[in-house]
């Protein structure tokens, strides 16, 4: 999902940034720092809002939780997962 929307993002910064320099001599490079930088931010944020996997200090700080699936009685599964706020 997240590279999917990293995609996106880049398309419309570089789109963005091509409107704003129409009028320029270097409209092609500007275009593609621009959407470069933009999409960066854009990427960072969402990944720190998100949050992505949880890492060990995670476990260790206790922000995270163990959950189990059962099947007939028997673990199958775990996996851990944020705990929610």
Request: proline fraction near 4%; charge should be negative; include cysteine.
């Amino acid at each position: 999902m997240l590279i999917v929307l990293g995609i996106l993002f880049i398309f419309a910064s570089i789109v963005i940034g091509c409107v704003i320099d129409i009028n320029t001599e270097n409209g092609g490079p500007f275009c593609f720092i621009c959407g470069i930088v933009f999409s960066a931010g854009v990427l960072f944020v969402v990944m720190k809002t998100f949050g992505g996997s949880p890492t060990a200090m995670d476990v260790y700080q206790g922000r995270t939780t163990l959950e189990i699936t059962y099947k007939d009685g028997v673990p199958i599964d775990s996996v851990v997962v944020f705990k929610d706020k």
